[in-house]
Nanobody, 122 residues
Framework: QVQLVESGGGLVQAGGSLRLSCAAS????????MAWFRQSPGKEREFVAG?????YYADSVKGRFTISRDNAKNTVYLQMNSLKPDDTGAYYC??????????????????WGQGTQVTVSS
């Protein structure tokens, strides 16, 4: 069972940037769809960005966030620019059960990290 560990969260002012990392161990992630989700208090966990053979994004982050993968390091990244207070939440890295294309539903992802908190102040 692969283990995912996120890092890079923190407190940032609106308009600022953060880079999240998701390091995988116990398995190779290069053949799987990987994604980032986020959850704010009182809200459901939502899809943010994914990477299969190409990157794909939620409309709310298009043009501001970039997902990438370094297969040699078995790590996925999320570069977040022009951050807004609405981007505040716990960010989770997830691995799909296979190469599922542009999967965005929670049920498609069977492995999850513990999350890293991102707080954007206005």
């Amino acid at each position: 069972q692969v283990q995912l560990v996120e890092s890079g969260g923190g407190l940032v002012q609106a308009g600022g940037s953060l880079r999240l990392s998701c390091a995988a161990s116990g398995g190779i992630i290069s053949d799987y769809t990987m994604a980032w989700f986020r959850q704010s208090p009182g809200k459901e966990r939502e899809f943010v960005a994914g990477f299969s053979w190409r990157a794909y994004y939620a409309d709310s982050v298009k043009g501001r966030f970039t997902i990438s993968r370094d297969n040699a390091k078995n790590t996925v990244y999320l570069q977040m620019n022009s951050l807004k207070p609405d981007d505040t939440g716990a960010y989770y890295c997830a691995k799909a059960s296979g190469a599922l294309g542009s999967a965005t539903s929670l049920s498609a992802f069977g492995s999850w990290g513990q999350g890293t908190q991102v707080t954007v102040s206005s």
